[in-house]
Every structure is written in structure tokens, then in C-alpha cells.
């Protein structure tokens, strides 16, 4: 192993001196809590997905945002709740926010996208949604979502922390009849406020109610009527809510990487461009190409150990660590965790594709700021691993 090579991050959050004026103008202006920017990028975010009637509802955390999702449909004890084991827990981890049961999902053996029609095996007069997840950046076709929640007669939340931004058919994921679209803006996703997370809907009463509870259930709305009269003080607490507001100084810098977010997914796009190119003889599985071009928001390059490698997915990783690249795993399916899989008994075996998956899979440095060198770099350390000319 060759000295001399740089260290690689997995991913790092890709930010301007724009982003830094955007902050500092921000933090000078006095108002860091949730105010005009929070506003403002609300605004801009449903304009940026091009539909009108959309209504925007930031939020400190994707996570948050599927909470308030789920708790403004009003799921329950007793209600089911389909999600792909193929993602974060915070997909999972939200339905027992309010006592509701998660039923485990396996996953398409090529996008790792939830299989809709493993779903609808598992739909019991209980289920009342699905949290499906547009894995990677690779969209879940929202026709074939419609088609699944109307003949199950459930609601759909899409958990689209990856995937922003990219269109299906034409209309952006954000831009759907799903009752709740969920976006992050986490610190590695593919336009960053630290923290951070966006609800996106049509249903005009859901987006009121994720208002009032993103901010401990307070309610002006009654005052807002007689808004001339209305004392500065006034409001009522109309439920036990939550803090999950958008501080200003987040949706400053979340304004500024929403301008950029069509450049950073296109340098995004050429990185994976040269993976799929010269990774291609490798005996690696590349993940799924889209030739629309806004057809996928590259946020994670995920390949497979094929039965033809040299080494195992583990020693993959250790080696190309040592050689300065480093590497993540999306995911450990929610089905292996210990509490996932302690309290709802589930197997290996019941999700044949997601535990193959698991075995194989790692994710590649990918991130829109990655130099050609830094590419470069990871293509050659695979190469030297895995190419035909490995020892
Ligand atoms: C990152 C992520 C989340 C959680 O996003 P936060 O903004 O960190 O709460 C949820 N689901 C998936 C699939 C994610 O990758």
C-alpha cells in the first residue's frame, strides 16, 4: 500500500461563502429563531418543486417532520404502519412514537426500494399507511404508490430524505397526491442545514396541524381572524405539542443550498458517471443507472460484493480505509437491530433481499464538492483490491 494518499471523508456538507454570509447576516440581524428566513424558505422550497398548492412546513429534523406526519393522521395503538427494514430507524422509530406497530418490508433486489407487492401481502384490515423510502435518490414511482394506496385504501408518507431533488414522470418527489412528503436537510444529505427537515403536502388541514404541534400545539389561528385586534401576546395551547421549529439560521443556509441545489446534484451526477464507468469490469454489483439526468438525486452511491470477489464486503471496507477512502453502510436493515428485531420477532430469513443486500453492500465516497482526484483516488484503491491485476 502506497504512502502518501489523502484521507477521504464518506461525505461532507458542501458549503460557500454564500452560506456563511447567509448565516452571519442572519445571526447579526438578532432573529434566530424560527422568522422571516424560515418563511422565506418555505416559500422558495414548494416553488423550487413548481406546484402552488403545495404547502411547505419546515422542521428541525426529517425525523420530525414524520412524527408530525404521523401524528396528524392521527395513527394509533393498534394501527399498522408498512416501512421498508431497508432504511434509517427514524422511518421505523416514528410509527412507535405513537404507539402504532411497524410492519417490516422487504426491499427490491435492484433500487432496495420498498416492494410494493411484499406490501400488500402484509396489509391486515389494521394497516392504515406506508412510510415508503426513495432509497439512495432512486424514485419509487409515484403512479405505482398511487395505485397501491388506493387499491389498499391507506395513506402514503413518503420519507424523501433522499430525495431532493429529483423528478418522476415529469413531477418532482415533493409534487404528489401523497398525504405527507418528508425531506432532511441533516448535515451528509443532499442539501445540508445542519439539521434540519422539510413537510410538503396538499392536505391544507394536515399542514395546519403539523404547524400548530411543530411549535408546543400553539394555536394563534383563532386570534388570526380578528388579526387588528389581536394582542401581540395572545395565543392558546390547543394540544401537547412539540419543539420542532426551524431556527432562522438553519433556513438561512438551507436558502442558499436550495439555489445550488440543481449544481450540487449535477456534480453528484458526474461522480457517479465515472464510478459506473470505470468500476464497471470490477466484480462489484454498480446500483442502478438512470439515464434521465433528473431522474435521480444521487445522494448515496451504494455497491455489492458480487460472489466473484476477491474479498468480503468487511475487508473491503478495512482495506480501502487503509488506503485513506472512506466508506459507510446504508443500512443495517431495521430487521438485524436488536430492538426492531427483539420486539416485533423478526428473522433473516423473512427478508431474503435485504439480508443479502446487507452482506454485500457499502457506499462510496460520494458528495458534490469530491475533487477528480479524490474520485480518482477511490477508483484505484478498488481497482488495486479488486481489478483483474490484484494479488
Ligand atoms: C437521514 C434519514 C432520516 C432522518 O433524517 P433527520 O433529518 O436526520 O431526522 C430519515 N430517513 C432516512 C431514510 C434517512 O436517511
Redesign the pocket.
Known amino acids: 500500500m502506497s504512502a502518501g494518499h489523502d484521507f477521504i471523508p464518506f461525505a461532507i456538507p458542501d458549503i460557500t461563502e454564500a452560506e456563511v454570509q447567509a448565516v452571519a447576516e442572519t445571526v447579526r440581524s438578532g432573529w434566530l429563531t424560527t422568522g422571516p428566513n424560515a418563511a422565506a424558505f418555505e416559500r422558495e422550497f414548494t416553488e423550487y418543486l413548481g406546484a402552488e398548492d403545495l404547502h411547505a412546513v419546515a422542521v428541525n ?6 412524527h408530525l406526519a404521523v401524528e396528524a393522521l392521527g395513527l394509533g395503538p393498534g394501527d399498522e404502519v408498512l416501512v421498508p427494514t431497508w ?2 430507524t ?2 421505523a422509530e416514528v410509527v412507535r412514537y405513537v404507539g402504532a406497530t411497524p410492519v417490516f418490508v422487504d426491499v427490491l433486489p435492484d433500487t432496495l426500494n420498498i416492494d410494493l407487492d411484499a406490501a400488500a401481502a402484509l396489509v391486515t384490515p389494521r394497516t392504515k399507511a406506508i412510510i415508503p ?1 426513495h ?1 439512495a435518490g432512486v424514485p419509487i414511482g409515484t403512479a405505482a404508490l398511487a395505485e397501491f394506496a388506493s387499491a389498499q385504501r391507506i395513506d402514503v408518507i413518503e ?1 424523501a ?2 430525495a431532493f431533488p429529483v423528478q418522476d414522470a415529469g413531477r418532482f418527489v415533493g409534487d404528489s397526491a401523497s398525504r405527507a412528503i ?1 425531506f ?3 448535515a ?2 443532499t442539501i445540508a442545514t445542519g ?3 422539510m413537510l410538503v403536502t396538499r392536505d391544507a388541514d394536515l399542514a395546519r396541524r403539523a404547524r400548530t404541534m411543530r411549535l408546543h400545539g400553539i394555536s394563534r389561528d383563532v386570534f388570526n381572524r380578528y388579526a387588528s385586534r389581536q394582542p401581540a401576546w395572545q395565543y392558546e395551547v390547543v394540544a401537547p405539542g412539540f419543539k420542532y421549529n426551524m431556527t432562522d439560521m438553519a433556513a438561512a443556509m438551507g436558502r442558499v443550498q436550495l439555489s445550488r441545489a440543481e449544481e450540487m446534484r449535477s456534480n453528484r451526477r458526474a461522480i457517479a458517471e465515472r464510478y459506473h464507468a470505470e468500476l464497471a469490469d470490477l466484480p462489484l454489483s454498480l446500483p442502478v443507472r438512470v439515464d434521465d439526468p433528473t431522474g435521480h438525486a444521487h445522494h448515496l452511491f451504494v455497491v455489492r460484493t458480487t460472489d466473484a470477489s476477491p474479498l468480503g464486503r468487511d475487508e473491503i471496507i478495512e482495506q480501502l480505509a487503509a488506503r485513506g477512502v472512506s466508506t459507510s453502510v ?2 443495517i436493515p431495521l430487521h438485524l437491530h436488536p430492538y426492531w428485531r427483539d420486539t416485533y420477532d423478526l428473522a433473516p430469513g423473512d427478508f431474503p433481499v435485504a439480508t443479502d443486500a446487507f452482506a454485500r453492500a457499502f457506499s462510496l465516497p460520494f458528495f458534490s464538492s469530491m475533487t477528480d482526484a479524490q474520485v480518482s483516488q477511490v477508483i484505484g484503491a478498488l481497482r488495486e483490491l479488486l481489478g483483474a491485476d490484484a494479488d
Do not use: R
Request: no cysteine.
Open positions: 429534523s426529517a425525523t420530525a417532520g414524520l432504511t434509517f427514524a422511518t423510502v432509497f420519507d430524505a433522499h418528508v432532511s436537510f441533516y451528509t444529505k439539521e434540519g427537515g446504508h443500512f
